[in-house]
């Protein structure tokens, strides 16, 4: 069976831009000059409007600058467009199925969907103004392997094997991906590895919408995953029986990074107008992240027994029970660190023990139970109900989870500027453009001690769902049924993310609050 789909869809989007007046460097407002001695006020043309002049604006800025297009829109900031969307898709599906003999079948089954979707970005060209991870070229493949033994040991006794392999390639790419535009800006020391080059690094303007590409660009996952099961079936009188086992092991390399070419936020802080430091080429944040690829993986064992009791010719009861354990997240060459906040220091994985590798401690005591009922009160209404506890052992709740994220394996650096009124010179800016971004920002050993690490709690527990209902379907008719139900949910020991720096808070005698140590 094959299933193809060709498809392209225009999106209207809206940006907001400087005006070309802005551009030039003609404010309506103030502007400083922070490099001149008490940070004076640019001067005014005939027009009233206060002028940066040309001769001073920074290279890089300037080429920045002219990448940004002119609002479209008369009278307004916005620049208006629409894009289209473009997206091929491929599947197909190959199964045979073959009669080994009068109790012994198989069948196998090969699954192929190949997706390729490119989103253009709002602004032309370099200026691209990517907002999230979906801008630029998505290529998703995906590959399963399914086979499947059923063996009738005896008419009331059968066997169920099954193997299942799956193979996925989920990479994002952003829309000027290859082309290196902080080389054709002028911005030097930009990381230049060819698996993240493209696009200019993300500008955030204050009071306008971001240029350049989005931090989370490049992105990949490709998971790897292989799983065979057995269940075993046995109809014994009134009981039918199911047993069984399974066994899943998942490995996934991830690249799921923030700005690994850089981020930089201009403010209205050196000049009064972001775009007159965006001129200039004073940031007031740069953001750089290292570029690294996790090798994680899983292993996931689950075993059950379960019965069908029909006690009675209007009564059917369902028990059944589950248990499950799962390895914490492991990396293939132990490249995790955890914060300990008993001790305040990291803590590295190691050959050893399944602590020492995922640095976190195995939940062995995940029973599942289950339990369910239908009755017939009579010939037209029934009413069923059930229980069960599901776990969840893959959660992810994006990059900020994953401990292989630290340092050394990985180094998120923040520059920042702080000062603010006189004090907002041009040497206070963390950096100049025009001199590229300092060296050794992505050296781990010349982090400071401040620097934003990731942690997972060494004792969490295994998440999980209790789930419940009852109901009552009445055949109103022979073609109608009125079907009422009570359903519920309750989560226990769901991961969350917290700041473990996060300021107490402290209750005043007056009612009033305030922040704690």
Do not use: C
């Not at 629409?82 to 109790?103: E, L, M």
């Not at 996790?294 to 009564?315: E, P, W």
């Not at 995940?366 to 059930?386: C, D, E, I, K, Q």
């Amino acid at each position: 069976i094959f299933e193809g789909l060709r498809d392209r869809e225009g999106v209207p989007r809206v940006r907001l831009v400087p005006t070309a007046a802005q551009k030039a460097g003609l404010f309506t407002t103030a502007v400083f000059d922070p490099f001149a001695d008490g940070r004076p006020e640019f001067s005014k043309n005939a027009a009233g409007q206060w002028v940066i002049p040309q001769s001073r604006w920074d290279p890089v800025g300037r080429a920045i600058v002219a990448l940004i297009p002119d609002p479209n829109v008369a009278g307004t900031n916005i620049f208006a467009s629409t894009p289209v969307t473009i997206t091929r898709q491929d599947q197909f599906d190959v199964r045979v199925d073959h009669q080994i003999s009068s109790n012994i079948s198989l069948f196998g089954r090969y699954s192929f969907v190949d997706t390729n979707t490119f989103r253009p970005a709002p602004l032309p060209g370099l200026a691209e103004g990517s907002f999230n991870d979906a801008f630029g070229a998505n290529l998703n493949r995906s590959q399963g392997i399914a086979i499947g033994l059923t063996w009738t040991f005896s008419p009331t006794f059968v066997g169920d094997f099954r193997f299942g392999w799956g193979r996925g390639n989920y990479f994002t790419n952003p829309p000027n991906f290859g082309i290196n535009g902080a080389e054709q800006v002028g911005l030097k020391n930009v990381p230049s590895d060819p698996a993240i080059v493209g696009g200019v690094p993300k500008v955030n303007i204050q009071g306008f919408d971001a240029v350049g590409r989005h931090t989370s660009t490049p992105q990949f996952q490709t998971p790897r995953t292989w799983n065979p099961r057995v269940t075993m079936s046995w109809n014994r009188g009134q009981h039918f029986f199911k047993f069984g086992g399974e066994f899943l092991h998942a490995q996934t390399k991830i690249n799921d990074l923030n700005a690994t070419i850089g981020r930089m936020n201009f403010e209205d802080r050196f000049t009064g107008r972001a775009v007159g430091d965006l001129l200039l080429g004073l940031p007031s944040q740069l953001a750089l992240t290292s570029f690294t690829v996790m090798d994680q993986g899983q292993d996931m064992y689950f075993f059950f027994l379960q019965d069908d009791y029909k006690a009675s010719s209007k009564l059917t009861l369902n028990f059944g029970v589950r248990y499950e354990f799962a390895t914490p997240p492991r990396e293939r060459n132990n490249q995790f660190a955890n914060f300990d906040p008993s001790t305040g220091q990291m803590v590295f994985a190691k050959e050893g023990s399944i602590f020492d590798r995922a640095l976190i401690h195995p939940d062995r005591n995940n029973w599942a139970p289950r339990v369910g009922f239908a009755y017939t009160l009579n010939s037209r209404m029934v009413v069923r109900g059930g229980y069960g506890v599901f776990y969840t052992h893959t959660v992810r709740q994006g990059r900020e989870g994953l401990l292989g994220f630290n340092p050394p394996f990985l180094v998120d650096n923040l520059l920042q500027a702080s000062v603010t009124g006189a004090a907002a010179v041009a040497s206070a800016a963390p950096f100049r453009l025009v001199d590229g971004y300092p060296n050794g920002l992505l050296d781990p050993s010349s982090l400071a001690p401040t620097i934003l690490r990731r942690a997972q709690d060494a004792f969490q527990r295994t998440p999980y769902i209790q789930q419940y209902n009852l109901g009552i379907q009445y055949e109103l008719t022979q073609d109608f049924v009125l079907d009422v139900a009570y359903v519920g949910n309750k989560g226990t020991k769901l991961n969350g993310f917290r700041n473990l720096n996060q300021r107490a808070v402290i209750d005043n005698p007056n009612g009033t609050q305030s922040a704690g140590d």
